[in-house]
């Protein structure tokens, strides 16, 4: 299995701090954000050293891109030496921030990255504090950090999740984007997401809640040059505004599915598109705690048992295929019924 041409656009998703210093208004931070382990792993602390041994075995079966999120990584003191480590053993290595405690860290990782994605949901300050709960952070923190990444000579992703709140925010947003990418003759992109569903987030779902296809429309009539691209397990949409490119990710469209999704109960709006990592070492391919759905990488005794477990779960995402009906079953799973339309 080395080298496997098959999962070279296959993405890990690399979880390294379990908290986070806000409460931002989408995200599941009660249950652990992207940072899942069953119950019986959730307090387990594994060492710098056994985490970048988990990265090299991930790697070591053919996954060549690491993306390394949270809570918020930059609370994670050792982040410096696990980015380091990484782009020895990955071929691309990418990281998600809020932005707060970015510039310090900014010398020590600016070398070893590949692209740094800011969270940036409004320039309003009003509806920035009110979107990203949090008395450290302000907007103009946000801004500070975007602009650390792109004096250190980083690509730059502003991450803006789409919601009823801040639907007509996205102009000014790429707007500033195009300020930013002029002033430091950097390479930027604004990446529109929609709002994942969590049960935690349930009310504030469906309040907020709005497929990103009817914004992508509006910009690809303004700017007329929508083009697709297919990775894997996603589809991304993207339309240049005037020299900055916005990328669209949409999971209200088809999304990949496989057997482990059929009857499931915390049945998920992003589907199986990637390998995720605990900060534990646990390892699975689900937006879930569920034992049944993962792996102990961290605890494999042997390379071959490691290789075995990866097999598993690099399989289980590879054979997946697109489902058009995975949003219709969402909604049914769950009881939800969006307050704005869908569509």
Same mark, same amino acid.
């Given at each position: 299995m080395d080298a496997m041409g098959e999962v070279e656009t296959m993405y890990l998703r690399a979880s390294v701090a379990s908290v986070c210093n806000l409460d931002c208004v989408y995200c599941p931070k009660a249950s652990g954000m992207e940072d899942r382990s069953p119950p019986h792993l959730a307090k387990r602390k594994?060492?710098? &050293?056994?985490?970048? $041994?988990?990265l090299a075995a991930i790697a070591s079966v053919g996954i060549r891109r690491v993306s390394f999120t949270g809570g918020e990584p930059t609370t994670n003191q050792h982040l410096p030496d696990i980015i380091r480590a990484a782009a020895d053993l990955f071929d691309v290595v990418e990281l998600t921030s809020n932005g707060y405690a970015l510039p310090k860290m900014m010398p020590a990782i600016a070398p070893h990255l590949d692209l740094i994605k800011v969270s940036l949901d409004s320039l309003d300050r009003r509806k920035f504090a009110r979107l990203a709960q949090g008395p450290e952070q302000t907007l103009d923190n946000a801004v500070v950090a975007i602009e650390a990444a792109l004096g250190a000579g980083i690509p730059v992703g502003i991450n803006f999740v789409l919601m009823r709140t801040n639907r007509?925010?996205?102009?000014a947003i790429v707007d500033f984007a195009a300020t930013m990418k002029a002033k430091y003759n950097g390479t930027l992109h604004?990446?529109?997401?929609?709002? =994942?569903?969590?049960?935690?987030?349930r009310d504030m779902w469906q309040r907020e809640y709005i497929a990103v296809n009817g914004?992508?429309?509006?910009?690809?009539?303004?700017? $007329? &040059?929508l083009r697709e691209e297919l990775r894997f397990g996603c589809r991304f949409a993207w339309v240049n505004c005037n020299g900055v490119e916005v990328?669209?990710?949409?999971s209200a469209g088809p999304t990949m599915r496989g057997k482990i999704c059929d009857g499931c109960r915390q049945y998920c709006?992003? $589907?199986?598109?990637g390998v995720k990592l605990s900060t534990t070492g646990w390892m699975t391919t689900c937006p879930s705690n569920d034992f049944a759905l993962g792996a102990d990488l961290a605890t494999a005794v042997a390379a071959e048992e490691a290789r075995s477990l990866l097999a598993d779960m690099v399989g289980r995402?590879?054979?997946?295929?697109?489902?058009s009906n995975s949003f219709a079953t969402l909604l049914r799973t769950h $009881?939800?019924?969006?307050? =704005?339309?869908? &569509?």
């Open positions: 594994i060492s710098v &050293n056994d985490y970048v $041994g988990c007509d925010d996205l102009e604004v990446s529109v997401l929609d709002f =994942y569903y969590s049960d935690e987030r914004i992508e429309d509006r910009l690809a009539d303004k700017y $007329g &040059n990328r669209f990710k949409d709006q992003e $589907g199986l598109y995402v590879s054979r997946a295929t697109a489902d $009881g939800l019924a969006p307050t =704005y339309p869908v &569509n």
